[in-house]
């Protein structure tokens, strides 16, 4: 084995990072996987592809055909279907499989969080807790917003990557296009301008997106959190990119000495 191919499932600024790391590591050769769902990615510093594999049994295919011999799932604490797949196929095919994952918020003193378990259970608590002209601001992703179409008597400012499509059947609604890291001035600002009682969002983790948590907590805003899925684990679970290299170079190593 002259170089060990490793398959990134990205999609996430840490993956991002990790891609940098392995570039300058010629150890290894590796492969950046999206979705595909944005529709201006920003670049990975690997060669990349796009698009689902199709299911778990398209996957095992792909990292067969490709020679992968190992998997860094470094997608969204969100994306539980690409990491069930990550696991069953590398799981059939023996492979050694790491998350990258990150670390949960977790509420402070003067935070005002009310958890959820899912989007459709933040919208019914908007339902019963809130009030007509009730301004929130939606961080959830644009593919998400159909979870909130029936509620028609609040106005959404809804904050995504790209204009959602189709647009939502929201009776009023605001479109703050933007892509992360957010800045807490500007976290500030927008709650201000946009006048939010109530922000909506995943609990995704990591500093890019927590300063509207932050300029919540100082501005007395709720917070409606809905909780990460459930994940089955990995061989092993990391939460920064040196890590996940010093793990990779490891599986390298005791497959050159079983050589
Ligand atoms: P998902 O529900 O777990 O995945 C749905 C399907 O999309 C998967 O079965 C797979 O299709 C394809 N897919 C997902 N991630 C992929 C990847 N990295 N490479 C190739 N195919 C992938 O995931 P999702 O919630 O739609 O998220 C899609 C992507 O957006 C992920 O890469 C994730 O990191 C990123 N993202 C998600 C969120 C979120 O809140 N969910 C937020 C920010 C970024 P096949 O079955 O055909 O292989």
Same mark, same amino acid.
Request: aromatic share 6%; proline share 7%; charged share 20%.
């Given at each position: ?10 999609g996430t600024r840490d993956a991002m990072n990790l ?9 290894? %050769? /590796? %492969? ?23 299911? @778990? ?10 020679? @992968?011999? /190992?998997?860094?799932d470094a997608t969204h604490p969100f994306a539980a279907?690409?990491s ?15 998350r990258f994952g990150r670390e949960p918020w977790v509420a402070g003193?003067?935070d005002?969080w009310?958890h959820c /378990? ?21 961080a959830t992703g ?15 400012? @809804? ?21 992360g890291p957010f ?16 922000i @909506?969002c995943k609990n995704s983790g990591g500093k890019a997106a927590q300063a509207k948590l932050l300029?919540a ?6 917070v409606?959190m809905v909780e990460r899925p459930d994940i ?5 679970e990391l939460f920064d990119s040196?890590s996940v ?15």
């Amino acid at each position: 084995m002259s170089s060990m191919h490793v398959l990134i499932l990205g999609g996430t600024r840490d993956a991002m990072n990790l891609a940098d790391l392995l570039l300058a590591a010629p150890q290894f %050769t /590796a %492969t950046y996987s999206l979705a595909g769902r944005t529709r201006r990615p920003l670049p990975a510093a690997l060669p990349t592809r796009r698009g689902g594999f199709g299911g @778990v049994s398209g996957l095992q295919q792909w990292l067969s055909a490709h020679h @992968v011999a /190992a998997v860094v799932d470094a997608t969204h604490p969100f994306a539980a279907q690409m990491s069930a797949h990550a696991l069953q196929a590398c799981r059939a095919l023996g492979l050694p499989l790491v998350r990258f994952g990150r670390e949960p918020w977790v509420a402070g003193d003067g935070d005002n969080w009310q958890h959820c /378990a899912s989007l459709s259970a933040a919208a019914q608590r908007l339902i019963s807790h809130g009030q007509p002209g009730q301004r929130i601001l939606l961080a959830t992703g644009g593919s998400t917003l159909h979870h909130f179409d029936h509620i028609h008597d609040r106005h959404f400012a @809804v904050r995504c990557v790209d204009p959602p499509q189709p647009p939502p059947r929201f009776s009023s609604w605001s479109l703050i296009e933007d892509r992360g890291p957010f800045q807490l001035d500007d976290e500030r600002r927008l709650l201000r301008e946009q006048r939010i009682d109530t922000i @909506v969002c995943k609990n995704s983790g990591g500093k890019a997106a927590q300063a509207k948590l932050l300029a919540a907590r100082e501005l007395g805003i709720e917070v409606i959190m809905v909780e990460r899925p459930d994940i089955a684990p990995a061989d092993a679970e990391l939460f920064d990119s040196p890590s996940v290299l010093q793990w990779l170079q490891t599986r390298l190593a005791t497959a050159l000495s079983s050589q």
